[in-house]
C-alpha cells in the first residue's frame, strides 16, 4: 500500500475524480468537503500528503494550512494546494503559506500524481522501490544484491548504501559532504577531511569493473552517476 492522502474538496465531482485515480494508482485516500471535515478526518488518522482546496465553504484553505504549519505534529506534511486562481501573485501566496506544491484547476489527472509522487519522494515519504537498474547494474533492495551485466558482485554493507544512493540521485552532482551526511550519517557543518568517500568510491569501481564507468568524479565537487 502507498502513502495515505487526503483530499479536501468541496466540489464532489472533483472530489471522486482525485480520489478514484489516486486510488487507482494504489494510494489509501480520506476525504473532506471542508476545514472542519479535515480536521476531524486528521483526528481519525494521520495523512502522509494533502491535498488541499483553497475554495472550501468554511474559509480559504489557506488557513487551515497556517493553522497546520502552526502546529509541530503538522509542520513537515507535505501539502498540495488545488485552485482556481491561476495568477503568479496568487501561487507565490499559496508557496509563502506553506503549501509544498500548487496546481492550477483544471488539471491533468497524470500530472497530479506526477506531483504527489515527486513530493512524496522529496519528502521521504514514499516506499523505496524493490529493486534500481541503471544501464547493466541492478541492485535489490530487499536481498540487498548487487549485479552487473547479469552476474552478482559481492558489496560491502556501505559500499552498496554508496550505489543504492547514487541511483537514487542518478545525473545529479553529490558532493563529499553531502555523501558523508546521508550515507554515512555524518552531522551537517562538521570539518570533513576524511577520505572515505573517495575510498570507497574506487573499491565500488573495481568490483563493478566496466559496469562502473557510469561514476564520474566531477573535479571539485564529488561524484556523479550516469544513467
Known sequence: MKAQILVVEDQPATLDLICDVLKEEGFEVQQAQSA???RESMRRAAPELIILDRGLPDGDGLDLLKELRSEPKWTGLPVIILTAKKSVEDRVLGLKGGADDYLAKPFNTEELVARVEALLRRTGKAPP????????????LESRRAFAKG??????????????????????????????????????????????????????REKLG????????????GYRLDA
Do not use: C
Request: avoid cysteine.
Open 36 to 38: 472542519t471535515g479535515a
Open 129 to 140: 522501490p524493490p529493486s534500481q537498474t541503471v544501464g547493466d547494474l541492478k541492485l535489490d
Open 151 to 204: 552476474k552478482e558482485v559481492t558489496l560491502s554493507a556501505k559500499e552498496f548504501d554508496l550505489l543504492w544512493f547514487m541511483i537514487s540521485n542518478k545525473n545529479r552532482v553529490l558532493t563529499r559532504d553531502f555523501l558523508l551526511q546521508h550515507v554515512w550519517g555524518y552531522e551537517e557543518g562538521l570539518d570533513l577531511t576524511t577520505k572515505v568517500v573517495d575510498v570507497t568510491v574506487s573499491h565500488l
Open 210 to 221: 566496466a559496469s562502473g564507468s557510469v561514476i564520474t568524479a566531477v573535479r571539485g565537487f
